[in-house]
């Protein structure tokens, strides 16, 4: 891969700084081969994970040795740093053993990346953040989690549902003794009968033509379910095919092969 002379020549000085020269979040036991660009930090390769997972909207990830660097890019890495960035977070109260995803999504965060972009591009500046509230998280991220908070308390306990997952009928019993109410039924839902559902099955995966077949053999045998599955049908004429191609000695195919005629005899 072509490495970009510039970027490295600009990322040799950086690291020269020992605040640069080691992980933002893990300390100087990593080595920081990678950037979160969003907050103008180096991070290693096990926190640049994590960063991912977050999303290029909160942190846009690359690395310093392998990937293309933008002039902007850059720019934001000189304005920014490991130490600016830890220093500003302590002022605003976020503590720096805070888990990453908990860290990066503060409004703290949040104003420090939109900061420095502007910083980087010339724009206008952000309004300074209200002290005392830098440690909060973000109100979209605060409102995703109670809506999830009431999808989770929606759902229904366990007394309510089988093991399966399946809403108790008015004829079963909670384990309070409680029964509970049957889910009406339109009046004109057809009848489930194991023969509908099984054909029903069988056009959705096998096609309109084996379930013809199946339907036929279940409407004139008696036999167990396990001899009229499509694929048996099927798959004693691909059988007898290949039985008369060969010699009937092939192992694997028809009631003359090797391994048939050993279960034979072993259940007589």
């Not at 004139?220 to 007898?240: F, H």
């Amino acid at each position: 891969m072509c490495i970009d002379p510039v970027a490295a020549e600009f990322f040799k000085s950086q690291q020269a700084d020992s605040g640069n020269d080691s992980c933002c979040d893990c300390g100087s036991a990593r080595q920081a081969d990678w950037a979160s660009v969003s907050h103008g930090i180096y991070i290693s390769i096990e926190a640049s994970g994590i960063h991912r997972s977050l999303g290029v909207k909160t942190s846009f990830v690359l690395s310093t040795t392998m990937d293309s660097w933008k002039p902007v890019h850059l720019r934001m890495m000189e304005l920014g740093g490991n130490r600016r960035f830890q220093d500003f977070m302590q002022q605003q109260g976020v503590p720096g053993d805070w888990p990453i995803r908990k860290r990066y999504s503060t409004r703290a965060a949040a104003w420090y990346r939109e900061n420095l972009k502007a910083e980087a591009e010339g724009l206008d500046l952000p309004a300074p953040l209200e002290m005392g509230t830098g440690h909060l998280p973000l109100e979209e991220i605060a409102e995703a989690s109670a809506l999830l908070d009431q999808v989770f308390a929606a759902v229904p306990g366990s007394s309510s549902m089988t093991a399966g997952g399946i809403p108790r009928t008015g004829n079963s019993k909670s384990t309070k003794g409680k029964a509970t109410p049957a889910r009406p039924r339109p009046s004109d839902s057809p009848t489930l009968t194991a023969q509908t559902a099984v054909s029903d099955a069988a056009a959705l995966v096998f096609g309109v033509h084996v379930t013809k077949k199946l339907k036929a053999a279940l409407q004139a045998s008696s036999a167990p379910m396990a001899c009229l599955i499509p694929w048996k049908l099927d798959g004693e004429c691909v059988a007898q095919r290949l039985r008369e191609e060969s010699s009937g000695n092939m192992d694997g195919f028809g009631s003359e092969s090797v391994g048939a005629q050993q279960l034979a005899a072993a259940g007589a």
